[in-house]
């Protein structure tokens, strides 16, 4: 059974750090492209980070770029999105996406609250 579990949301002051954590099942996690997506109420999901299967490639949506770092520990089957100088407008549901060639798998999400 295919499962990708995010976790590490939750409720922050602006200017403050948050890791998400991304762990998957079900599939050869090593051979597909991880990105997070987040999606804020009332708007369209937007791609916010991606990493290539060796962690040796990553690009970013500009606004997160210099504050956000996503990783992964392959052998964790795990992937990571770690945010820093949070904003208001980073508050949003955060999810994970495993990709390869036309198959690909969603997570729940975990809430990301930015908020004084």
């Known amino acids: 059974q295919v499962q990708l579990v995010e976790s590490g949301g939750g409720l922050v002051q602006p200017g403050g750090s948050l890791r998400l954590s991304c762990v998957a099942s079900g599939f050869t996690f090593s051979t597909y492209v991880i990105s997070w997506y987040r999606q804020a109420p009332g708007k369209e999901r937007e791609l916010v980070a991606v990493i290539g299967t060796d962690g040796g490639s990553t690009n970013y949506l500009d606004s997160v770029k210099g504050r956000f770092t996503i990783s992964r520990d392959n052998a964790k089957n795990t992937v990571y999105l770690q945010m820093n100088s949070l904003k208001p407008e980073d508050t949003a549901v955060y999810y994970c996406?495993?990709?390869?060639?036309?198959?690909?798998?969603w997570g729940q999400g975990t809430q990301v609250t930015v908020s004084s």
């Open positions: 996406k495993a990709v390869l060639l036309g198959r690909s798998y």
